[in-house]
């Protein structure tokens, strides 16, 4: 279960981060017709799934995003889009527009409430910088009994300027991290570290639990415009 949470916060956190160009023309592609791959792995590097996405559109500097989310042995699991929207000189994602429906097909009938703080990534990164906190906050009426959820992206910062390979080449990369916690009835504390390259977006992505223990790692596994 806490594995399968990780998973979902990893996508999340990753999808955030893995679009915004034209007017936000330092990061990540803003083209119609950009595809990529981000493929999630274990501490021990096997495979757990993939998200493949898509910009399909870029109106007004609003990019809309397909994804397919994919099980190990790349076995379709949901699919789902979402809108970014370039800001002056930064890139603004909606908590609402990214979460994974496959999670809450089981409330599909319940009323939802969902509020929450942009994520936002400045074009002008520099190492040092600190970068502003965001959250996600989500409750579901029950019948009666509200079930409430949070999730909150804490201490976001610039690390450090380093270069990155995988399987989809090799990249000059800002290291960011940031701390997480996901409430739902307990509390879970993870720390995550990722690694973005201008023109592309994430290229890795690595969580650790609270005591500093690697839990899993994503990377970025094709790229094409």
Do not use: H
Request: net charge neutral.
């Amino acid at each position: 279960m806490r594995t399968k949470i990780l998973i979902l916060i990893s996508i999340v956190f990753i999808s955030f981060s893995s679009i915004g160009q034209n007017a936000c023309k330092a990061f990540y592609p803003f083209e119609e017709g950009t595809k990529f791959e981000i493929t999630n792995y274990t501490k021990k590097g096997k495979k757990e799934g993939a998200v493949n996405y898509e910009i399909i559109d870029v109106t007004d500097n609003v990019a809309s995003i397909k994804l397919i989310i994919l099980d190990a042995k790349d076995k379709e699991i949901t699919t789902s889009d979402y809108k970014i929207t370039c800001e002056g000189n930064s890139v603004s994602i909606d908590f609402k527009s990214l979460m994974n429906p496959d999670m809450f097909k089981q409330y599909k009938d319940m009323e939802m409430d969902i509020t929450g703080t942009n994520i936002e990534l400045p074009n002008d990164l520099q190492v040092g910088q600190s970068l502003k906190d965001a959250n996600m906050n989500m409750a579901i009426n029950m019948g009666g009994m509200n079930m409430n959820m949070s999730v909150d992206m804490l201490n976001r910062k610039v690390d450090k300027k380093e270069s990155i390979t995988t399987p989809a080449g090799t990249f000059d990369c800002f290291a960011l991290s940031y701390d997480s916690e996901m409430k739902m009835g307990l509390k879970m504390s993870f720390k995550f570290k990722e690694w973005i390259a201008e023109g592309v977006g994430v290229v890795r992505n690595e969580s650790y639990n609270k005591n500093g223990k690697l839990m899993g790692y994503s990377e970025l596994t094709r790229f094409s415009k």
